[in-house]
């Protein structure tokens, strides 16, 4: 299942079960005061509610029925973040690249992914004078060389860029400003 689907379900059910509980403590935690909520311990069934906001949230919640919190966990990363890599150590291309994109940029920047674009789809953002590039396509090698280094039309003082290969050496990185990251072997694991 994709985890925008599963996002959504996990969702729905939240909100579901915080509209049939007693209190939204958790819920409140995260959003602030929710207004009068009826739980009725005789229409339900009594068990948890596992609930994960998506939106600027690194922390789960398992609430009661009465939507008491009885357990957190904290995360480095926001849920949805986290099957980027398979056990195997390759991408899971089934996400999407625009999912990779949003956690390469996490990852770096622990911020959302920007929207803007420019003249290089690759183009990530810029953060603290650096920009970023994924230059990456599905069943596809991609080479950091000087043909692909041309299409930059940022100005940084620094570059980071994510391929599966690279062909230039190490001085010419350095003298380019550019931090080479080999996909999928220097993409931070969650």
């Not at 069934?45 to 939507?67: E, I, Q, S």
């Not at 990185?173 to 220097?186: A, N, V």
Request: hydrophobic share 35%; net charge negative; aromatic share 14%.
């Amino acid at each position: 299942m994709n985890t925008t689907v599963c996002s959504f379900l996990a969702g729905t059910v939240a909100l579901l079960t915080l509209g049939f509980s007693g209190g939204a403590a958790a819920y409140e935690i995260h959003d602030g005061p929710t207004g009068v909520i009826k739980y009725e311990s005789e229409k339900t069934f009594n068990g948890y509610t596992l609930f994960a906001p998506t939106y600027k949230c690194t922390t789960t919640y398992l609430m009661d029925m009465n939507g008491d919190v009885v357990h957190t966990w904290q995360s480095k990363y926001p849920p949805g973040l986290y099957a980027i890599l398979l056990p195997n150590g390759n991408l899971n291309e089934k996400v999407g690249t625009e999912k990779i994109r949003d956690y390469i940029w996490y990852t770096e920047t622990k911020k959302p992914l920007p929207d803007h674009k420019n003249s290089n789809s690759y183009f990530l953002g810029e953060n603290n004078s650096t920009a970023y590039y994924f230059f990456y396509e599905p069943q596809k090698v991609c080479v950091l060389n000087y043909d692909f280094v041309a299409t930059i039309p940022e100005k940084a003082e620094d570059y980071i860029i994510y391929a599966d290969r690279c062909t230039l050496s190490e001085q010419e990185l350095q003298q380019l400003g550019i931090t080479f990251k080999k996909i999928p072997r220097d993409i931070v694991r969650v």
